[in-house]
């Protein structure tokens, strides 16, 4: 997969940046993960996944649970699972309908850094690696294509509380959240899959 398509060499002429681009090429986009990718990744807790359906119309959605529920399997796939939600499926769907995706992991804490997976990605219902993750319904496997860090300077420095009471981990059945219950919805939330 091209990394560059020509409105962004045109805009990267414009602004004189072409041979800073030419170079991140050179030196840190990579499609197979490091040590330290999988490290980063696996200890995240959240990322924000991008996805496009079929006329390229685009989501983006937060992905969270605890550290390693995203696990990087081999030097070129990465696997997450999906968990209960809102039931619009637009991320699972749009995987369906158009398999490009881009992952942003980003670290809030003292030393704030973040990295970008772009690839494709696949579907699966179930098998053994999906039952490993509790409370995952669907499991996601990214092939990645540009993986590479970006810069980190305007990420500003947070940090972590607690993890939402709303996580599945092994063990815990998590409560249902207060909006399925609501009088709106409470006839069409389909029933629990544990």
Known sequence: ???????????????????????????????????????????????????????????????????GFVRVIAPDVLVFPDYDGNGMFKSLG??????HVGLLFISFEERRRRIRVNGTANLSFDGPLLESFPGGQVLVR??????????????????MVEASEYVPHEGCVPPEPEWKGRKEFEDVVPPRRL
């Open 142 to 159: 990214v092939t990645p294509e540009h993986i590479f860090p970006n810069c980190p300077r305007y990420i500003p420095k947070m940090q």
């Open 1 to 67: 997969m091209v990394m560059y398509h020509g409105d962004n060499r045109s805009l990267q002429q414009q602004f004189g940046s072409e041979a800073l681009a030419n170079r991140f090429l050179e030196t840190i986009v990579h499609e197979r993960f490091t040590d330290a990718d999988k490290q980063f990744i696996e200890g995240s807790s959240f990322f924000f996944l991008a996805t496009a359906d079929a006329d390229g119309r685009p989501d983006c959605s937060f992905k969270g649970g605890l550290p």
């Open 94 to 99: 749009n995987i369906r309908a158009n398999p």
